[in-house]
C-alpha cells in the first residue's frame, strides 16, 4: 500500500549533500513509527533513520547518525531526510515509510527496523565518487 509521495532524489558528488522530502496524508503521518528506508541494487531493503510519535529517533549505525538528519514538520504532513557527506555507497532508492509499531530494535548502536506497512514509491539518490 503506497501513501507516501518521496522527492528530493537526484545524482550528486561524493562529499555533496541532499535534502529528501516525503509528504502523505494526516492520519498516515500521525502513525506511531515514521522512517526512511533504503534499497541498492541487488541489496535487502535497509532502515535508515526513523522517529516515533513522541520524538525518539534512531539510525541505522553511527555512520549514518553522524551524517543523516531525520525531521518532519506537523503542519505539512511532511518528513525530511538530510543526507550530508554522501558517500557512492549512499547510492539507493530511498522510501519513507509508517507502522503502528513496534518501529525498531536496536542493540549496541545499530539499529534494525522492522518491516513496515505504508510505503512510498521512492526517489533515487546516486553519489558518484
Known amino acids: 500500500q503506497e501513501q507516501w509521495v518521496e522527492s528530493g532524489g537526484e545524482s550528486v558528488q561524493g562529499g555533496e549533500s541532499l535534502k529528501l522530502s516525503c509528504a502523505t496524508s494526516?492520519?498516515?503521518?500521525?502513525?506511531?513509527?515514521v522512517a526512511w528506508f533504503r534499497q541498492a541494487p541487488g541489496q535487502e531493503r535497509e532502515g535508515v533513520a526513523g522517529m516515533n510519535k513522541d520524538g525518539l529517533i534512531r539510525y541505522k549505525n553511527s555512520s549514518i547518525q553522524d551524517r543523516f538528519r531525520i525531521s518532519r514538520d506537523w503542519a505539512k504532513n511532511t518528513l525530511y531526510l538530510q543526507m550530508n557527506s554522501l558517500k557512492p555507497e549512499d547510492t539507493a532508492m530511498y522510501y519513507c515509510?509508517?507502522?503502528?509499531?513496534?518501529?525498531?530494535?536496536?542493540?549496541?548502536?545499530?539499529?534494525?527496523?522492522?518491516?513496515?506497512?505504508?510505503w512510498g514509491q521512492g526517489t533515487q539518490v546516486t553519489v558518484s565518487s
Open positions: 494526516e492520519s498516515t503521518f500521525r502513525q506511531f513509527c
Open positions: 515509510a509508517s507502522d503502528p509499531g513496534p518501529c525498531w530494535d536496536c542493540k549496541g548502536g545499530n539499529c534494525r527496523f522492522y518491516r513496515y506497512k505504508t
